[in-house]
């Protein structure tokens, strides 16, 4: 229950969470969906890697709390979804020790993640995918731009079973439009 200060273009706007995720129940919701930006990075519970920027570090107590809703939605069937590098928490995430995404095909951005140390490899920002860390995890990630207009991202949202995943914020109209359509009764 943090405050967080969203990256808003300068704003000084602060997020007061009124629920901890130790409290939330997926019974309670519809769907769970992840955003992108390097910072979700901080919520991949099976990450062994230590990134650079600690502020991008799993924090133990929260990513369990982040996995074990992870995996109450997926067996659900319910909804599942994330966008740009959000992408990578669900690659992460482990249902019945696997990833959710094991078998699944997604989209994602094509994008760098943030810098890593893992064993006495060191990556920089942005110099190793984050295709690297949804193929690593089992998924099928398709090629940038591959859906529809090869010249935008606005139409790059995949729905394998319960898994919705969208590229990035050019995609993130057709992406909540599909996560409405999802949770709408008689589905």
Not at 35 to 49: I, L, P
Request: charged share 20%; glycine share 10%.
């Amino acid at each position: 229950t943090r405050s967080a200060k969203p990256q808003d273009r300068g704003v000084a706007t602060q997020v007061l969470p009124d629920l901890a995720l130790a409290n939330v129940d997926a019974e309670d919701y519809s769907a769970i969906v992840f955003v992108g930006g390097w910072g979700s990075s901080q919520y991949q519970y099976g990450f062994e890697g230590t990134y650079h920027n600690s502020a991008y570090q799993p924090q133990p107590g929260v990513v369990f709390d982040v996995n074990r809703l992870v995996k109450a939605f997926d067996v659900a069937d319910k909804p599942v979804a994330a966008i740009c590098h959000g992408v990578t928490v669900l690659a992460w995430a482990r249902v019945d020790g696997v990833s959710p995404l094991q078998g699944h095909t997604v989209v994602a951005t094509p994008g760098g993640m943030p810098g890593f140390r893992s064993g006495s490899l060191d990556f920089a920002d942005a110099q190793y995918p984050a295709r690297w860390q949804i193929e690593a995890n089992g998924a099928t990630m398709l090629t940038a731009g591959s859906i529809g207009d090869p010249l935008s991202a606005a139409d790059d949202v995949v729905v394998d079973g319960n898994i919705i995943t969208a590229e990035n914020d050019d995609s993130a109209d057709r992406f909540a439009r599909q996560i409405a359509l999802s949770v709408r009764p008689g589905r």
